[in-house]
Nanobody
């Protein structure tokens, strides 16, 4: 069973930056598209960014130009670089991927954006 662990969250001021990491316990993650998904208090989950196994990236309109998703297959890790953060980016951020038979989620990392 693959375990995902997010890290890098924490309180940040508007305009600041954070880099989130999603570390997998096995290399299977390298063969699949990986998503960063966030959930703000009282809101539904929102797909923020996706990176395919080949490195193709896609972003929600709300974060285009500010966030960058990347992956390091040698470390079985996917990153989310978040710049120019806004209060509306406040959420719990989760990494996620699915295989044909399983869906994997990390426990999430909190990102409060506030002055």
């Amino acid at each position: 069973q693959v375990q995902l662990v997010e890290s890098g969250g924490g309180l940040v001021q508007p305009g600041g930056s954070l880099r989130l990491s999603c570390a997998a316990s096995g290399s299977i993650i390298n063969s699949y598209s990986v998503n960063w998904i966030r959930q703000a208090p009282g809101e539904q989950r929102e797909l923020v960014a996706t990176i395919t196994s080949g490195g193709t990236k896609d972003y929600a309109d709300s974060v285009k130009g500010r966030f960058n998703i990347s992956r390091d297959n040698a470390k079985n890790t996917v990153y989310l670089q978040m710049n120019s953060l806004k209060p509306e980016d406040t959420a719990v951020y989760y990494c996620h991927f699915s295989t044909i038979v399983n869906t994997y989620w990390g426990p999430g990392t909190q990102v409060p954006v506030s002055s």
